[in-house]
């Protein structure tokens, strides 16, 4: 049974507006949340992680926001731009152990 | 620093034949992962070395495929015999033990096509 959940395979946005990519997660016991961007014919890179003790983790143009009692989080980038068009990979970690990741989310970010 | 390292980064195969993948991490780098991706569904993990050991092989799919870190450095995972649902993309990922239980977020490799026919 899948953990964590991308329920939105693909995601298009104009460039300078805001991309909103959204993840849920069944399992209360994960402790830390990621999300990764992984390019075609690349491997995953690590884009923004959160503990489970804190509700929001910005980084630059990237913001993770976890909401506990929802089992959600979501990943804004804002001004969204080009070079962002990836596939988003949200992943969910129970002792920094093995990462459940969710299927993936491909962001379209049009000139 | 180099990266983390995959060979081949394409296989195809027949069904029943044997693929051996090789992963070589970070270097420094404790502790050692396996995901695969199949069909553009989710990352699934299948196992966890710490050095040499096996410290969480609960994702493997079955006794077909084995894993193995000789010395704690490079990895290789054998698919034998390759069935046809093997194919996929895998993924091979490491992380730095912190101290007291702690790691480091993983970094991954770009991954080995497989496509058995």
């Known amino acids: 049974d899948q953990q964590v959940k991308q329920n939105s395979p693909s995601l298009s946005v104009q460039e300078g507006r805001i991309s909103i990519l959204n993840c849920d997660y069944t399992n209360s016991m994960f402790d830390y949340f990621l999300w990764y961007k992984k390019y075609p014919a690349e491997g995953p890179t690590f884009l923004i992680s959160?503990?489970?003790?804190?509700d929001k983790n910005e980084d630059g143009r990237f913001t993770v926001f976890l909401n506990k009692s929802a089992k959600h989080l979501s990943l804004h980038i804002v001004p969204s731009q080009p070079g962002d068009s990836a596939v988003y990979f949200c992943a969910a970690a129970y002792n920094f152990n093995k990462f459940y990741f969710g299927s993936g989310t491909k962001l379209n970010v049009k000139p | 620093e180099a990266g983390v390292t995959q060979f081949p980064s394409h296989s195809v195969i027949e069904k029943g034949q044997t693929v051996t993948l090789r992963c070589d991490p970070i270097s420094g780098h404790d502790n050692l992962y396996w995901y695969r991706r199949v069909m553009g569904k989710e990352i699934k993990f299948l196992l966890h070395f710490v050095k040499e050991s096996k410290q969480d092989e609960s994702g493997m799919p079955n006794n077909r495929f084995l894993a193995e870190r000789t010395g704690g450095t490079y990895s290789t995972l054998k698919v034998q015999p390759a069935e046809l649902e093997d194919s996929g993309v895998y993924f091979c990922?490491?992380?730095?033990?912190?101290?007291?239980?702690?790691?480091?977020?993983?970094?991954f490799g770009p991954g080995t096509r497989l496509l058995v026919l």
């Open positions: 959160i503990s489970s003790i804190k």
């Open positions: 990922a490491s992380s730095l033990s912190l101290g007291t239980g702690r790691k480091e977020t993983q970094y």
